[in-house]
């Protein structure tokens, strides 16, 4: 089923809206497809990050102190206050800037493929990070938290929704602002075609965090569709750098 | 119920009317005027922008200068969305608008009805027409005047095409603002806000503008500068702001929009003062 039918999602969207984003788990009539079978949407493919808007905060690594936008508590403030660049750790702690909670807003390369029936994974190019969402999926409460943390996902009202939970404490911003092991991410993914032809994909991302956050961090950023690995390139995790 | 749906498409999907409140926002967040980085400027729209000066703001028939509607979007007051229902038919016309700021109005017509020739009369909201496309209401505006995409001096022409994106998650609106333009784009710009908060409580304020003379412009005057002759703080090669941003990036173009960008930024020379102005931060 492709989204521009969407006669079938309308008669679908008192289902959703009740089951909300667990819709793929448990009973009820999609519950013996699987994500890739349900699937509303192609999400498939490369895309990358236009960056029109946002531009200094997002393609240069902002200065201490800049919070725009984001509504951060004290102890938030506190932490960030003493935030030093030259004494961010080396190894893997540089990737604290590129955990679930920030990524979707770094400068990247996506690509987007099918793992398995139940399962969407989406390479990162910046950072060289891996996100997987997970299909008609209990959370893994068992699975050790990690910079991209564990994802369900289900198809609502044609968007791919996602929470991820289990986060690895990183940072919102890479000026150090921190965002806490109980952050909760949710996400919509948005893909449409524009008469033209160029195909975009919206992600609006919901950040909660009740350590940190006074209330939701919500952002929505674009990529557009290019040929598949096009302009592909990997980097590190970089504490000191944009992407 | 199919028969119903497949010859209705105007019926909404999902209830975006009511009362929408702005949350925070930063329109570029660099703090100095003339920074058009990340604009898909061609040469045209950057010689448009780089002639425009503060000053403009203190032209008598500028001060109320109203802001389009695909730039009040970004959020920057109290939106309200209703519906304009016919009697008869109990069908949706079209959606209607208001955002606080500046008294900005727009109408969608949801009826089919055609888009006007090109010679009528452009205005600040120009002609629209809307579309659902799954939940998502899509607004195809055009017949616009002139307008900032910025405000100083980056504009987008009265010939662009604007499509605008309206989508609910949950209490949010998301909107998502396109815009096609032959004469200042080398490229589509896009503009994406998930800012808006669904709150009934909310009252529209109404916003008088009166003229008010700040500044003395003389009258016939337009105030402008001259290509390459800018004085806007973010075209001066020897300043920076509190992000270290390169002149370079600050003219804007396509390239500055994506990614592999910020391997060119290191290679341009880091400008020797910063810009002391204090811009806004935080909540």
């Given at each position: 089923m492709h989204k521009a039918g969407f006669l079938v999602s309308a008669l679908l969207v008192t289902v959703s809206l009740s089951a909300g984003i667990?819709?793929?788990?448990?009973?009820?009539?999609?519950?013996?497809?699987?994500?890739?079978?349900?699937?509303?949407?192609?999400?498939?493919?490369?895309?990358?990050?236009?960056?029109?808007?946002?531009?200094?905060?997002?393609m240069l690594v902002p200065p201490k102190g800049e919070f725009a936008m984001l509504p951060l508590n004290q102890a938030a403030r506190k932490m960030a206050a003493a935030w030093d660049p030259a004494k961010e750790p080396a190894g893997d702690e540089q990737c604290k800037g590129y955990g679930a909670a920030a990524i979707m807003r770094i400068p990247s390369r996506l690509d987007i493929r099918w793992a398995g029936d139940n399962q969407l994974r989406m390479e990162i190019d910046s950072g060289t990070q891996t996100r997987l969402f997970n299909f008609g999926a209990a959370t893994a409460t068992t699975q050790p938290p990690s910079w991209q943390g564990y994802s369900t996902a289900a198809w609502v009202r044609g968007d791919l929704q996602a929470v991820t939970t289990r986060l690895r404490p990183g940072y919102l911003r890479k000026n150090g602002v921190p965002y806490s092991d109980q952050t909760r991410v949710?996400?919509?993914?948005?893909?449409?075609?524009?008469?033209?032809?160029?195909?975009?994909?919206?992600?609006?991302?919901?950040?909660?965090?009740?350590?940190?956050?006074?209330?939701?961090?919500?952002?929505?950023?674009?990529?557009?569709?290019?040929?598949?690995?096009?302009?592909?390139?990997?980097?590190?995790?970089?504490?000191?750098?944009?992407? | 119920m199919l028969l119903t749906l497949s010859s209705a498409p105007a019926l909404a999907q999902v209830d975006l009317t009511g009362m929408w409140r702005?949350?925070?926002r930063n329109e570029d967040g660099s703090g100095m005027d003339g920074d058009y980085a990340g604009l898909p400027l061609n040469a045209a729209g950057r010689a448009r922008a780089q002639s425009w000066v503060p000053e403009n703001f203190d032209v008598p028939e500028w001060v109320c200068r109203p802001h389009s509607w695909d730039f009040s979007v970004e959020a920057v007051a109290v939106l309200r969305l209703w519906t304009d229902v016919q009697g008869p038919t109990q069908q949706v016309r079209a959606y209607r608008g208001r955002i606080a700021m500046r008294d900005q109005e727009t109408t969608i017509w949801m009826d089919g009805r055609a888009r006007p020739p090109d010679w009528v009369r452009h205005s600040w909201s120009g002609f629209s027409t809307g579309e659902w496309q799954g939940d998502t209401l899509v607004q195809t505006a055009t017949h616009l005047k002139?307008?900032?995409?910025?405000?100083?001096?980056?504009?987008?022409?009265?010939?662009?095409?604007?499509?605008?994106?309206?989508?609910r998650i949950g209490d949010y609106l998301r909107t998502t603002v396109i815009i096609y333009d032959p004469v200042y784009f080398d490229a589509p710009y896009i503009r994406t806000n998930l800012f808006w908060v669904n709150d009934p409580d909310l009252q529209m304020p109404p916003y008088p503008c009166d003229e008010a003379t700040e500044t003395v412009v003389e009258?016939?005057?337009?105030?402008?500068?001259?290509?390459?002759?800018?004085?806007?703080?973010?075209?001066?090669?020897?300043?920076?702001?509190?992000?270290?941003?390169?002149?370079?990036?600050?003219?804007?173009?396509?390239?500055t929009m994506y990614p592999e960008y910020i391997a060119k930024i290191k290679t341009f020379r880091r400008p020797p003062t910063v810009f002391s102005e204090t811009p806004e931060r935080g909540q």
């Open positions: 667990h819709a793929q788990r448990g009973g009820g009539a999609g519950a013996a497809q699987s994500g890739r079978a349900a699937a509303s949407d192609d999400l498939t493919g490369t895309w990358v990050s236009v960056v029109a808007e946002h531009w200094h905060l997002r949710e996400e919509h993914f948005d893909r449409f075609t524009e008469p033209n032809g160029d195909n975009w994909l919206v992600v609006d991302s919901i950040v909660t965090d009740p350590v940190y956050l006074n209330g939701p961090y919500v952002t929505s950023v674009a990529f557009k569709k290019i040929p598949d690995k096009q302009g592909w390139d990997p980097t590190p995790c970089r504490a000191n750098e944009a992407r | 702005p949350m925070p002139e307008n900032y995409i910025r405000r100083w001096g980056a504009m987008r022409s009265d010939q662009a095409t604007v499509r605008i994106r309206y989508k009258r016939g005057t337009v105030p402008h500068q001259l290509p390459g002759k800018a004085i806007l703080p973010a075209q001066n090669p020897d300043l920076t702001d509190r992000f270290g941003s390169p002149y370079e990036a600050r003219l804007g173009g396509t390239e």
